[in-house]
């Protein structure tokens, strides 16, 4: 009995996740309806021209799903995005699904490595910050990072444009487009994107990092290994990275999905890139309501899904939150 | 305390006077908080000068040349209407005010609201049902939410041109409300607040008078934060066609640049870039003071 205990807990806590991972579900995909299909603009009139009979406007608004009554129109919308039958883009006519399957490998090739580079950067500036807590380097990190967070995303993206891809500056790189075929034209594609990514996320991270390893560096058990000799490089990396590798990859977890929406979002549409960003941008700009519904409502129920993995990790990996 | 003292309402703020002094000294002692209010005071004088039609009140007139140079009749030059950039940019230190300002006060009191109702009523269905929808407003990526919410609002005039300000609103609530809910749950455990509960005073009254008062120091950082937020992501917006949808902003002149830089026109861009960098920095060191000021468990940076 006694060693059961603990186990039913873990379960009422995992059954308790998956609860409310399914109430996020449900309210994000229908705050996604709510504000896109119910209070949305009448897709009547930009599926049939000018001109049509009462019976074709009947028969498109049945089609919408217009005579339905609300509850089940939500529910077939929640349908589309598990079956991942999201019908036909207004604006080309072509299957959602067909358009988000071609634009997402583009953006995750165009976001990944600045992120990646960008986290990377910003914990070792993070660690080297803490391990210098209040002196010059500290100093010198800390300011650096606050301005960078004081240059927005798109300044970023102009100035880096203007001195390395214009004869205005080094000219090294392409202006705009995305014509990849293989790994030089494909580094030659992604170098600028890739140093926005990092000059913007960096500074954030190294900020975020430094806090964490300072708290760390301040417990009894690294003070213990300072004392028997422990060098500053296996103090930072063996004794405060490895304890504090929990809130590390939490924030990369959850600032994923983040840096890939808005990342593609700017990069894409700023340098005519067809990922998913710029597929998203199509779709607002033209109100392509179909695209636009999958890619909110999807986005949306990957980052309860991802947020839902990350907790089932965790509990894997450290008992302590048991 | 004894009972005496007890059935008296104890004092209002968590604070006592002379902390309350100390925050401002510290404040000012602090020399990078102090540069970052004096920027932002800076700008809002100019932001003043301009609500009482001392400036920047012809940004919308194109009298001049097409990108004509920086002279004395236009500052900083002209744009490919002939518009004065340098009028264009200090109206847009008004809309960037009156975009923060908006977002960071409506924000502010529904976190304030929202996370204390939530903290203060515990493991109720009110306090499920608020951590729920912030879990669903942060789950729905904020650029994206602000697309949904212009896409919904084509058809409702008034609220169309005001998109952008309502879904910063909609999604920056939840960070305060988080806080101050973490806040609240701690203070409701404390002896004044529990013995102004034993008084018999009634939880709105409590909660107005002295649990919220001290979350103040929460609620002061965070709208610095989420002024800066706002003015930043209105840049982005913007550019994307979600942002202010006519007039004038940084973001929109910096939106224009984008065609004008590979012309090598770089009025627009430095005009708007510049006074955006000198803003934001005075948020981002007030908000770091204002952090480092009053919260005593914070290390010193």
Known sequence: MLGLAPDSATHRKALRNL????????GVTFISFLLM??????????LIGKNATPQQIAEVRHQLGYDQPFFQRYGQFLASLFTLDLGVSHS???QVRTILARSLPVSLALVIPGFILGNLIGLLLGM??????????????????????????LIIVIALQIVLCTP????????????????????YYVAVPTLALILTNAGYSARFYRAVFVQEAGREHIRVARAYGASPFTLMTVHVLKNSLLAVLTRIMFSLPLVLVSGSLLLETYFGIPGIGKVTFDAITNGDQPLLLAVVGLTAVLFVLVSLLADVAYRLADPRIR | MTFAAATREPAQSLYQPDEVTSIWQQLLADRSGLAGLIVIALFALVCLAVWLGLAGQDWAQAKGGRWEAASQTYWWGTNVLGQDIFQRSVYSVTVAFEIGVLVALSSGVIGAIAGATAGWHKNSWLEQTIVLLMGIMDSIPFYLFVAALAFALQGYAPFKQLAMQLAMIACFWTTTARLVRAEVMRLREQEFVQSAVLLGLPAWRVLLRHVLPNTSHILLAQSAIVFAAAIKAEVVLSFLGLGVQDGVSWGLMLAESTQEVLAGQFNNFWAASLPLFALLLGFNLLADALQSAMDPRQLPA
């Open chain 1, 37 to 46: 299909v119910y209070f949305g603009p009448d897709q009547t009139y930009t």
């Open chain 1, 128 to 153: 080297a910050a803490a391990w210098q807590s209040g002196r010059w380097l500290d100093r010198l990190i800390t300011t650096l990072s606050v301005s960078t967070m004081s240059i927005s995303f």
């Open chain 1, 19 to 26: 609860l409310q991972a399914t109430l996020l579900i449900l």
């Open chain 1, 168 to 187: 205005y500056g080094l000219n090294l790189f392409p202006a705009r487009g995305w014509n990849v075929s293989g790994l030089s034209s494909y580094l």
């Open chain 1, 92 to 94: 080309t006519g072509e």
